[in-house]
């Protein structure tokens, strides 16, 4: 089983974690075309390479993001929402 | 004739405790410390399994679970490896696959069929007419598979541990048991695990010369304690992150280890010749196994086949063991003598160089092998026919060549190449955190593979952090180990490069010519190592095979992949104790009392209705019911999902969440609630409440609910709210009190007053009942006047029986999931989930009334807009039948059918109502949802029934009831 | 077999990404049906090496959505000559597949299941629990205790298995004798696109010049897509299988329970084949894990307890392209003259034949074939989504 680091609990198994989907920048609901609202919608980015995904540790309660290498299944780097530019 | 020689130094066998079992019906007896093919060969047994498809006589192969000639079952198990299974007293064990037992096996016929079926031959036949098809099917059904199933069999509950460590050295042999001592010396906490009953690997049979090797090794490993010995424990599947599948006889133990030593050794390979599987004829390292570990003799004439030192030795050990060694007949060409050969020929063995065995010749009794044939190979390493030369043997051992025992180093993602050098395969590119020694990494000489094991043990510890001076890494064997094409070819074939699955050298051929050219390709054509032992044996040399075929390297000529597991792993051990947590609501214990038939809903269990005596459940159903009709019911509503929303962006924040109006909300005041996923199709729904400025309280669907408050909290951080969620539903337990009567049941237990005026419909209020703090809500999902009281669920036993006692002259009853439902249903309450579907808008849902479009925003807005827009495709409606209607009614999900075409779908339905007719919900095509219209509504395959659609709800449509 | 040609042309009249069955079959019925011959298959690996080599060769037409069920059905009729018509056995084996309910919510969707299925003419109705012992008498419909009982199931006798591979085959043997190239051990690399047309493709081997190009390489479909820059909802999931030692033949039927995710059949080798649910997040990568291996096991015994002691012996995963509403995605694309044959999710290879036959049609008239329509990418933007979710999830 993978160990998954969570930024709030550390480094804990699989298990414990859920998959939320892709990060996707939700454009203005009210200037957004219907092309660009569906696109939104129901378009991955979904191709090989790092990803940026979100990432629920149930048992806190924590969403955070982590960009994950979706080939070789390799965590690169986990953090919490708005906070990626600070921890570098 | 019995073949077990006098006591050995090292043997596994305890000679003062005999075993009698019985094997084909008959008694047997061996010695605790045997496997069942060591008792059988020591009792003169020769013929120990049949081959699967031809059902050839089959005797001792591997020895080490490699080969799967000895298959057999009892009266509970299957499949069981006669090569390892070690005998108990009593067992009763029978051959699998077999025509009428062992020796009289009636599919013997299958072997003079061959000729007959070449490679793939069912690809090609027998599907025209298909009627044909059928019938061959049930013969080639009844011809599949080994052991048979046993319904009544129960295997013991297997365990399943966790375990921790800094390396997993895999292999107890010379280099592992080195490699482990080194790291253990350093301070790492090493797990040494071995898949036999003892440790010690290849020094416990085949480097008896040096004893002291394996007594100094587990003197210094045992001294340690930070290193922990696991015999009998195979490293089954290692995994990513350094998980790795431990399999004993009891338990899976899962292991998480920082990194992973293989030290797995080599698993020696099957020379290819005519009858080359016939009893009698097994790899040398069996014949030492067979010798060393269990103190029988292979054979009493032997030839042994070799092409590498190893087979010398084993000749040697033959000759300790009083065989008669015939000849040597070694593959490599005259030039290359060693100190080892020189030692075999002293002892006055004969030495064939430069040849091979060419067949082997079955003996009279046809159970065993009388002679070997053979012939000096020619510049192309091809037997020259006009050289053969028989000599008689009832024994060939044959030692051409190894090949890595790679399995777990190639599940995580060790690369291999050809070692031109060794002849065989190496690790090549090892992932980080994964070392290997020893003969799997291409180092032969014993001394060698302990400095090997050494050097990769002081690796991983570096690698673990610890600053320390690893050692030059120990260079490869420099002379082949295995000969580069021990295969040959026959006129009469039977040379067998898979004993599996019966595949001759002839069918991988046949296979290639036919266009199957890539080793994937031939093996998925001609099953070459799919059998039980998944090519431990056999996907050596067919590469080899293929290789030559195409001209091609073997490293162009790739291996197939390596999967889980190393060794076969029982469904038990994967299974292991079975968990089934699920959730109980603190009036769980009164309910079952009660009489209650509990249905599982998410989670949780929840009373589906009350039993009572002599009525059936449609009664007892429409009776809970209509008490909360006219007097007053009480139903346990814990299940479902209860959040508090606080925060001074709570408003804000529930208005984003939901599509109606919040920000404006009263404090005290409560409301229906609707959300919809992104694409604007309905997900959930519930009540808001309004507790103060800043906090609210939120349920939400016992199934749904708690993936709905994680969408919620993701929500709050992406809109950037100053919220703070909390999911209460542990926390929280939930009655709600229903029926005309319930304001007075609630009234003698609740310490302030709830008077129509003071306590309103859709109000909420922070109270004390039965001495308890509640938050109470005037809902009216039933459509009768009802009270939702949600305590402290410690609290919460106390506060029913306060409603049970108080109800007492009001008659109240407790009321299941199915009342509620029918009691929704006839207030023309969808279900989300029940009535709708993920693809589901809220206008198809007639819910247009809890949709506000004019917010700024909510999450489905900007897509319902869209769907606004276009034409509805369907609509929700109310379906009623003829009162008084006898015919059979439609189940839920019939379908609606108008002129020939699907028209709609019925959701809901209800029989038996207090509302007079049945009556559902339906979705159908917006040209059918006028009230009025006739639906016809197919019952089952043939009937329909006719139902009217009517306008919603069923009952009290002026609200007169929940006031 | 076939054969393997030595280079590619410099043009084809159509390229074919991808060599498994769907591939296959879409040469073969360009050649057989159309007239199209210069073609060219390529495949980056062997054929049959994707999904069509590692899925659990389930047949079956039960769907719930008309347009699903129509398609799935046509997929049936072809697949059931199908020996006959490639020259090639396919162990084509009508087995009856038994979808178990485990709750009354789930015997509705199975209701709804079998209605939507005997209105288009299919085999498919809802069975008691009699039944069911009746035909599997070794199943414990009381899971043990440990699993909400079996209150009934959605029983569909035409349900099947196949020789997988065979498939794939059979449609190789087929197309190359009808003229079409097949290429393996050849990597696209590119796909060129002028003025939103489809010029040629790219490859590890070099360029050919093409007008027309259908990617049918399923869980790869993203490097592909990704190559021209077309989004499409594709997520790649693996899914994961496993099978035990060879047993005497005792379960005739397909066993799917959704309430376990657990499928079970038994092959003509004798192995019991199982499967799971889809692994729980995206991985481009064929791997397997260990608790897919415990939870299958466990579910296993939940239905059948006598199993303790049988060994599993390999485990395997292979990779779903995903779509929201559990149904392919077929046909035009905005981009002229490239097809995509995606999104087959777990459900592929009951798929193959007429997948085979409507991309060629299509592929030939530039049309979509009407049996393919309401699976456009288009149904997106559109929100005409088909969903299958409830008949696909775990039904295979």
């Given at each position: 089983m993978k160990s998954i680091s969570c930024p709030i609990n550390g480094t804990r198994p699989l298990q414990e974690f859920q998959y939320g989907g892709e990060v996707r920048e939700m454009p203005d609901p009210d200037r957004a075309s219907d092309e660009i609202w569906t696109d939104y919608l129901f378009n991955r980015r979904g191709e090989p390479g790092v990803t940026r995904e979100w990432w629920y540790h149930q048992p806190s309660g924590t969403w955070f993001i982590a960009e994950r290498d979706i080939v070789k299944d390799e965590f690169l780097r986990t953090y919490l929402y708005g906070s990626e530019t600070c921890d570098e | 004739m019995s073949r077990r020689l006098p006591p050995q130094p090292g043997e596994w066998i305890q000679r003062d405790k005999a075993v009698e079992f019985r094997f084909e019906g008959r008694e047997y007896t061996g010695f605790q410390g045997d496997v069942l093919s060591s008792a059988l060969w020591a009792n003169g047994i020769n013929v120990l399994g049949r081959s699967f498809k031809y059902h050839r006589p089959r005797g001792i192969y591997s020895l080490a679970g490699h080969d799967a000639n000895v298959v057999v079952e009892d009266r509970l198990r299957s499949n069981l490896r006669g090569d390892v299974l070690p005998i108990r007293g009593g067992m009763d064990l029978r051959a699998v696959n077999t025509g009428g037992g062992l020796a009289g096996d009636r599919y013997r016929i299958m072997e003079w069929l061959s000729p007959f079926l070449p490679v793939g031959f069912y690809y090609k036949a027998f599907h025209t007419p298909r009627r044909f098809f059928r019938f061959y099917e049930g013969l080639m059904r009844r011809a599949a598979g080994l052991g048979r199933i046993h319904v009544g069999a129960r295997a013991d509950m297997s365990r399943k541990d966790y375990a921790f460590c800094d390396l997993l050295v895999v292999g107890a042999g010379p280099s592992g048991l080195s490699a482990a001592i080194a790291a253990a010396e350093m301070g790492a906490t090493v797990l040494l695990v071995d898949d036999q009953p003892r440790p010690g690997g290849s020094l416990c049979w085949q480097h008896l010369d040096a004893p002291e090797s394996r007594s100094d090794l587990l003197e210094k490993a045992c001294a340690l304690p930070n290193l922990e010995i696991r015999s009998n424990t195979q490293a089954a599947g290692w995994y990513a992150d350094q998980w790795v599948a431990l399999v004993d006889d009891r338990r899976l133990t899962k292991l998480r280890t920082r990194a992973t030593l293989v030290a797995s050794g080599c698993i020696e390979q099957p020379a290819v010749f005519h009858?080359?599987?016939?009893?009698?004829?097994?790899?040398?390292?069996?014949?030492?196994?067979?010798?060393?570990?269990?103190?029988?003799?292979?054979?009493?004439?032997?030839?042994?086949?070799?092409?590498?030192?190893?087979?010398?030795?084993?000749?040697?050990?033959?000759?300790?063991?009083?065989?008669?060694?015939?000849?040597?007949?070694?593959?490599?060409?005259?030039?290359?003598?060693?100190?080892?050969?020189?030692?075999?020929?002293?002892?006055?063995?004969?030495?064939?160089?430069?040849?091979?065995?060419?067949?082997?010749?079955?003996?009279?009794?046809?159970?065993?092998?009388?002679?070997?044939?053979?012939?000096?190979?020619?510049?192309?390493?091809?037997?020259?026919?006009?050289?053969?030369?028989?000599?008689?043997?009832?024994?060939?051992?044959?030692?051409?060549?190894?090949?890595?025992?790679?399995?777990?180093?190639?599940?995580?993602?060790?690369?291999?190449?050809?070692?031109?050098?060794?002849?065989?395969?190496?690790?090549?590119?090892?992932?980080?955190?994964?070392?290997?020694?020893?003969r799997v990494n291409g180092i032969f000489a014993l001394e060698e593979r302990i400095a090997d094991g050494r050097q990769a043990g002081l690796a991983a510890v570096a690698f673990l952090g610890h600053q320390i001076e690893v050692p030059a890494s120990v260079p490869r064997s420099r002379t082949a180990h295995s000969h580069a094409y021990p295969i040959f070819d026959h006129p009469h074939k039977k040379n067998f490069v898979d004993l599996d699955e019966d595949l001759q050298l002839v069918d991988l051929l046949n296979a290639h010519q036919e266009g199957y050219d890539s080793i994937e390709l031939i093996k998925r054509y001609s099953t070459v190592g799919m059998g039980p032992s998944q090519g431990k044996l056999s996907n050596m040399n067919a590469v080899r095979v293929v290789a030559r075929l195409n001209g091609q390297s073997l490293d162009q000529t790739g291996m197939t992949t390596a999967r889980p597991f190393y060794q076969p792993v029982s469904i038990a051990n994967l299974a292991g104790r079975r968990f089934h947590p699920y959730r109980l609501t603190p009036m769980d214990g009164w309910h079952r009392q009660a009489g209650a038939v509990m249905v599982p809903v998410g989670t949780w269990f929840r009373p589906e209705y009350y039993a009572t005596k002599e009525k059936s459940r449609a009664d007892c159903v429409l009776e809970e019911a209509r008490e909360v009709r006219r007097g007053v019911g009480l139903i346990d509503i814990s299940t479902l999902c209860k959040f508090e929303?606080?925060?001074?962006?709570?408003?804000?924040?529930?208005?984003?969440?939901?599509?109606?109006?919040?920000?404006?909300?009263?404090?005290?005041?409560?409301?229906?609630?609707?959300?919809?996923?992104?694409?604007?199709?309905?997900?959930?729904?519930?009540?808001?409440?309004?507790?103060?400025?800043?906090?609210?309280?939120?349920?939400?669907?016992?199934?749904?609910?708690?993936?709905?408050?994680?969408?919620?909290?993701?929500?709050?951080?992406?809109?950037?709210?100053?919220?703070?969620?909390?999911?209460?539903?542990?926390?929280?337990?939930?009655?709600?009190?229903?029926?005309?009567?319930?304001?007075?049941?609630?009234?003698?237990?609740?310490?302030?007053?709830?008077?129509?005026?003071?306590?309103?419909?859709?109000?909420?209020?922070?109270?004390?009942?039965?001495?308890?703090?509640?938050?109470?809500?005037?809902?009216?999902?039933?459509?009768?006047?009802?009270?939702?009281?949600?305590?402290?669920?410690?609290?919460?036993?106390?506060?029913?029986?306060?409603?049970?006692?108080?109800?007492?002259?009001?008659?109240?009853?407790?009321?299941?999931?199915?009342?509620?439902?029918?009691?929704?249903?006839?207030?023309?309450?969808?279900?989300?989930?029940?009535?709708?579907?993920?693809?589901?808008?809220?206008?198809?849902?007639?819910?247009?009334?809890?949709?506000?479009?004019?917010?700024?925003?909510?999450?489905?807005?900007?897509?319902?807009?869209?769907?606004?827009?276009?034409?509805?495709?369907?609509?929700?409606?109310?379906?009623?039948?003829?009162?008084?209607?006898?015919?059979?009614?439609?189940?839920?999900?019939?379908?609606?059918?108008?002129?020939?075409?699907?028209?709609?779908?019925?959701?809901?339905?209800?029989?038996?109502?207090?509302?007079?007719?049945?009556i559902g919900l339906a979705f159908v095509r917006p040209d059918l949802a006028e009230p009025g219209t006739s639906l016809c509504i197919r019952v089952d395959a043939r009937e329909m029934s006719e139902a009217q659609v009517v306008r919603l709800p069923f009952y009290d449509p002026d609200n007169t009831r929940q006031t | 077999m076939f054969r393997a040609p030595e280079r590619l042309k410099d043009e084809y009249d159509v390229v074919i990404i991808g060599g498994g069955g769907h591939g296959l079959a879409a040469a073969y019925y360009l050649a057989k049906d159309h007239g199209i011959t210069n073609v060219a298959v390529l495949e980056r690996s062997y054929i049959g090496a994707g999904g069509t080599g590692r899925n659990t060769a389930i047949i079956r037409s039960n769907y719930l959505t008309p347009e699903g069920a129509r398609f799935y059905q046509a997929s049936i009729e072809l697949f059931q000559d199908l020996s006959r018509a490639l020259n090639f056995n396919l162990f084509y084996s009508e087995r009856g597949h038994f979808t178990l309910a485990h709750s009354p919510a789930s015997l509705r969707t199975q209701r709804w299941r079998a209605e939507v299925n005997q209105h288009l003419g299919i085999d498919s109705d809802v069975v008691g629990t009699d039944f069911i012992k009746r035909t599997i008498p070794e199943i414990d419909l009381a899971c043990g205790g440990h699993q909400p009982p079996i209150l009934g199931a959605l029983y569909h006798p035409p349900g099947a298995i196949a020789r997988h591979d065979a498939v794939a085959w059979a449609y190789a043997r087929g197309a190359d004798r009808a003229g079409v190239e097949i290429h393996q051990k050849v990597a696209v690399t590119g796909v060129e696109i002028r003025d939103g047309a489809v010029t040629g493709v790219h490859t590890d081997k070099g360029f050919v010049k093409t007008k027309k190009v259908l990617s049918a390489v399923a869980g790869w479909t993203t490097y592909i897509t990704s190559m021209i820059g077309l989004r499409t909802p594709l997520v790649i999931h693996p899914l994961q299988a496993l099978v035990t030692e060879p047993l005497k033949p005792w379960l005739n039927s397909i066993v799917v329970s959704a309430s376990l995710h657990l499928y079970v059949s038994q092959s003509s080798r004798g192995e019991l084949v199982t499967g799971a649910s889809l692994d729980p997040y995206p991985v481009l990568s064929m791997r397997s894990s260990l608790d897919f291996a415990e939870g299958s096991c466990g579910h296993l015994l939940d239905l059948f307890p006598f199993l303790g002691d049988i060994k599993v012996l390999r485990q395997w995963g292979g990779l779903c392209d995903m779509t929201p509403d559990f149904s392919p995605i077929m046909g035009t694309t905005p981009i002229a003259g490239f097809y995509i044959d995606a999104g087959w999710g777990t459900w592929g290879f009951k798929a193959t034949p007429i997948s085979g036959k409507t991309m060629a049609f299509t592929l030939a008239h530039g049309r979509n074939h009407d049996l393919i329509k309401a699976f456009n990418l288009s149904r997106f933007p559109n929100f005409q989504l088909v969903g299958e979710k409830g008949a696909a999830s775990v039904g295979h």
């Open positions: - | 009858n080359n599987d016939l009893p009698g004829v097994m790899l040398a390292s069996a014949a030492q196994r067979l010798m060393k570990l269990y103190s029988v003799k292979p054979c009493d004439r032997a030839v042994v086949l070799t092409a590498n030192d190893d087979g010398y030795l084993a000749a040697l050990d033959l000759a300790d063991a009083g065989v008669v060694v015939a000849a040597v007949v070694d593959l490599r060409p005259a030039q290359s003598c060693t100190p080892v050969a020189a030692e075999v020929a002293a002892h006055g063995i004969e030495i064939l160089k430069g040849q091979a065995v060419y067949e082997a010749v079955v003996s009279r009794s046809k159970n065993g092998i009388a002679a070997a044939v053979v012939c000096c190979l020619d510049q192309n390493g091809q037997p020259r026919l006009s050289s053969a030369r028989r000599i008689l043997c009832d024994g060939i051992a044959v030692s051409v060549g190894w090949a890595p025992n790679a399995s777990i180093l190639a599940q995580a993602g060790t690369r291999f190449r050809y070692d031109s050098q060794l002849q065989q395969l190496a690790p090549h590119d090892l992932p980080r955190g994964v070392f290997a020694a020893g929303v606080a925060g001074p962006d709570a408003a804000r924040f529930l208005e984003q969440i939901y599509t109606g109006r919040f920000a404006r909300q009263n404090i005290g005041r409560m409301r229906y609630a609707l959300a919809c996923d992104e694409m604007g199709y309905v997900t959930e729904e519930g009540v808001v409440a309004r507790l103060a400025e800043d906090r609210f309280y939120v349920t939400a669907s016992t199934a749904g609910g708690e993936a709905f408050y994680r969408e919620m909290q993701r929500w709050a951080i992406v809109f950037h709210m100053n919220v703070v969620l909390s999911n209460v539903t542990a926390h929280m337990a939930a009655i709600n009190v229903a029926g005309p009567r319930a304001r007075g049941v609630l009234a003698e237990i609740a310490e302030v007053d709830i008077g129509a005026t003071e306590f309103p419909f859709a109000h909420v209020r922070d109270m004390v009942v039965a001495g308890v703090a509640a938050i109470v809500m005037r809902v009216g999902f039933v459509g009768e006047l009802s009270y939702e009281i949600h305590v402290p669920a410690d609290k919460a036993a106390g506060v029913w029986d306060a409603l049970i006692l108080a109800g007492r002259n009001s008659g109240i009853r407790p009321f299941g999931t199915e009342a509620q439902r029918l009691l929704r249903l006839e207030k023309g309450h969808l279900i989300a989930g029940h009535d709708t579907d993920p693809l589901t808008t809220p206008f198809e849902a007639q819910l247009d009334w809890a949709v506000d479009m004019n917010k700024s925003f909510f999450i489905g807005q900007r897509s319902l807009r869209i769907h606004a827009g276009r034409p509805l495709e369907r609509r929700l409606v109310g379906i009623a039948f003829a009162y008084g209607y006898l015919g059979e009614l439609p189940e839920e999900c019939r379908l609606i059918v108008n002129r020939g075409q699907i028209a709609g779908r019925v959701t809901s339905i209800a029989g038996r109502t207090t509302v007079g007719g049945p | -």
